[in-house]
């Protein structure tokens, strides 16, 4: 029993750990928490079940819209919410988030309903066995996109020059501009890689439960957030490393206790983690506002 609900917690945990990546880009430069990243991820997951379902387009069409949608609106909330505000106080910022994330997800119920929508699955699926404990096919399609997608992003990140260009506006805007660095740029393009990759978390989440809901960018994103508390704030290898926790605790957890607790886990974890070590398994203080 341990090892099939290890693997299903490792399945869920690399999914929020994609989610907890697009928070951790946004912090490691604006330091403030985007609240509303797992709302436009919800939007993501919402437009690639109406191309694939009405319009009736075929996954690939629909994934791509559905991409490009999280990644639009993503910029568009940065232009239009966050770029006024990015030398005001990071409360205000925050406010801002989530007064973004609660209309997202009202237009959302108000566009698509209330009502969970159907999502079929994306491959055959397959079941396998080992040691008595079943994992399938889109198990390990989860697994094997989550580790190919923080491939590329770390070697993005550490090797190309849109990643040197990524971490010189993390370490001091104000100097990056003077060096002819167009940061506004740089974080409009930081937001657009953060909402798609948030929204292929949310697509994956979609399929692996069949279902897309409005209520889905809401969980996604807190579960999302505490990833990013128990790593550390700021750290994309600590946020990996905190929802994998969080997807095995999760699912130990439901097994063993009851399922009843299982979304209460992730929120018990996120207050004994900033009650001992407030800066995270990998993260570290922060010494500067801006």
Known sequence: MFLQQFINGLSMGIMYALMAIGYSMVFGVLYFINFAHGSISMVGAYMTWYLLMIIDVGYPIAIIGGLLTAMFLGMIIEKVGYL?????????????????????????????GTEAQYMPPMIPINNYYIMNAKFNSLQIGVLFISFVL?????????????????????????????????????????????????????????????????????????????????????????????????????????????????????????????????????????????
């Open 150 to 290: 923080m491939v590329l992003l770390y070697l993005l990140i550490q090797k190309t020059k849109i990643g040197i260009v990524f971490r010189a506006v993390a370490l001091d805007k104000d100097t990056s501009g003077l060096m002819g660095v167009n940061v506004n740029k740089v974080i409009s393009l930081l937001f657009a890689t953060g909402s798609i990759i948030g929204a292929i978390s949310a697509i994956m989440v979609a399929v692996y439960y069949n279902s897309v809901y409005s209520t889905l960018g809401v969980s996604i994103g807190m579960k999302g957030f505490t990833a990013v508390i128990l790593g550390g704030i700021g750290s994309i290898p600590g946020a990996v490393i905190g929802g994998i926790i969080i997807g095995i605790l999760e699912s130990l957890g439901g097994a063993y206790i009851s399922t009843a607790y299982k979304d209460g886990i992730a929120f018990i974890l996120l207050i004994i983690i900033l009650l001992v070590r407030p800066a995270g398994l990998l993260g570290k203080e922060i010494e500067k506002e801006g």
């Open 84 to 112: 006024p505000l990015r030398r005001a106080p990071r409360l205000s910022l925050l406010v801002v988030s989530l007064g973004f994330s609660f209309i997202i997800e009202i237009s959302v119920q108000l566009i698509w």
